[in-house]
């Protein structure tokens, strides 16, 4: 077994769980890394963040110290796998003061251009190669909303049926965990990026507030249109937004949308970090 390291991440992405075809239920979580003189992104993977007990569950923007391990099959270089029982939430930013705290941080990890971005990747992962990047648009991204092919939802929902009715060694027969749901959307950003090349990108939306956002208005009429005013507006109008994006291990080109990080725009008076 490699020799693990304690790390301390901030948390910048925390991805919707997926059920792998294990039927064990995983997150990615991504960041920027606190504890060496880089400060570059790291992912960590897989999380099984349901499963955490509450005093190791943590919230975006909120610093964790991990053990962790190089992944045995990743790749992609800032990818990391956590021991089991490790995780140590720690201080939380908050967004006070027009996100100050938090920009820093994000800005330290510079930026880059989409298209450039999935051409370096075009050979596959590896040493050098990010697979994790922030981007920004050259205008707002539109929002997406698109059925799932019936197929690929009921091979999800077959594996959420039988990972529920197979006993955990995590299970707390005192406070059940509700069952895993898969969702029949798919979400995503189109948008094009700063290369004059550019021909645009559509890349779905895998953020796990996407998913929260869409159980809290699901049952609503307009629940489409509420959605789109969150993701087209309230998170670009008057914001100096940006997208956290990271592609597939098996898919190097096929990047994701992780999150958006939308502070106020303008510039920020007597900014501090942690």
């Not at 955490?52 to 790749?75: E, G, N, P």
């Not at 898969?182 to 995503?188: G, L, N």
């Not at 597939?248 to 990047?255: I, R, T």
């Not at 949308?257 to 942690?274: E, I, N, R, T």
Request: include cysteine.
């Amino acid at each position: 077994m490699p020799e693990a390291q304690e790390i301390e991440v901030l948390v910048l992405v925390k991805a919707s769980p997926v059920m792998t075809s294990d039927l064990d239920e995983t997150m990615c979580v991504a960041g920027v890394r606190m504890d060496d003189d880089h400060h570059g992104w790291v992912r960590l993977h897989p999380v099984p963040f349901r499963d955490l007990t509450d005093d190791s569950k943590f919230a975006k923007y909120q610093t964790v110290s991990v053990s962790v391990i190089h992944h045995h099959t990743d790749r992609r270089p800032e990818s990391w796998s956590p021991l089991h029982g490790s995780i140590v939430p720690g201080e939380s930013i908050g967004p006070q003061n027009r996100w100050a705290g938090r920009r820093p941080f994000v800005e330290g990890l510079g930026e880059e251009i989409m298209c450039d971005l999935v051409e370096r990747n075009r050979a596959g992962s590896g040493p050098g190669v990010a697979s994790l990047a922030v981007v920004r648009p050259v205008e707002p991204p539109k929002l997406v909303i698109s059925s799932r092919k019936e197929e690929q939802v009921k091979k999800w929902q077959t594996r959420a049926t039988a990972a529920a009715a197979r006993p955990s060694l995590f299970d707390d027969p005192d406070s059940p965990k509700a069952p895993f749901e898969v969702i029949p959307w798919r979400f995503s950003y189109r948008y094009r990026c700063a290369s004059a090349r550019c021909s645009g990108h559509d890349q779905t939306i895998v953020d796990w507030e996407t998913a929260a956002l869409w159980r809290h208005v699901r049952h609503r009429a307009d629940w489409k249109e509420a959605m789109t005013d969150k993701f087209e507006r309230e998170m670009w109008s008057g914001k100096d937004s940006v997208l956290f994006v990271g592609n597939m291990e098996q898919y190097p080109v096929s990047f994701l949308v992780l999150g958006v990080f939308w502070p106020p725009a303008g510039a920020v008076q007597g900014a501090f970090g942690l």
